[in-house]
């Protein structure tokens, strides 16, 4: 420890000395003493840092196992919202397990098939009961302009009789 004092070199076995020696538990700490005879085996120790206590742990092995099967597959969003899925609903026993989607078909209530067309035949419908023929083509401004000067009459009487006359003969 004495060389330690001494050595002020920064190569790496000094320094893992230096770390050693500052990190070892004190026994003088009163809320180290707590510690120091604890039942629960979850820590090989504990240290204070800046006044905080940290425990320090178990020694694990260094090898760390690598599974053979990558774990994530990318996928594009396209890719996953037009995938081939299976068909399910949510009453069906037995339904395939996926992943959480707030929209997942096996979530959604039975629908019914769509009904299948008649081969050849049209069932298309142009006629509309509440369009008016007579004035399909007319713009607004064909409707609302009639070119006459601004009425600067004052008489409401007078101004709905005449605007009854004219919506009477528009409609005509």
Do not use: W
């Not at 070199?9 to 990190?23: D, F, G, Q």
């Not at 996928?75 to 995938?83: I, L, Q, T």
């Not at 959480?100 to 019914?112: F, G, H, K, Q, T």
């Amino acid at each position: 420890q004495a060389r330690l004092a001494v050595c002020a070199r920064a190569c790496p076995p000094c320094v893992s000395v230096r770390l050693r020696v500052a990190m070892q538990k004190s026994a003088s700490d009163t809320s180290m003493d707590m510690l120091k005879n604890s039942k629960v085996r979850t820590a090989t120790g504990f240290l204070r840092v800046a006044g905080t206590v940290l425990a320090v742990p178990h020694k694990t092995s260094g090898v760390q196992r690598m599974s053979s099967a990558p774990r994530f597959i990318a996928r594009s969003e396209a890719r996953s919202a037009f995938r081939e899925i299976p068909h399910c609903y949510a009453s069906m026993d037995k339904k395939p397990l996926m992943p959480y989607s707030p929209d997942a078909p096996r979530s959604r209530l039975a629908v019914e098939d769509a009904p299948v067309p008649i081969k050849n035949s049209s069932t298309i419908d142009f006629h509309d009961l509440h369009a008016v023929k007579k004035r399909q083509f007319m713009t607004t401004h064909k409707i609302s302009f009639t070119g006459e000067p601004v009425d600067e009459r004052q008489n409401q009487g007078m101004i709905a009789d005449s605007t009854r006359l004219r919506h009477y003969l528009d409609n005509k």
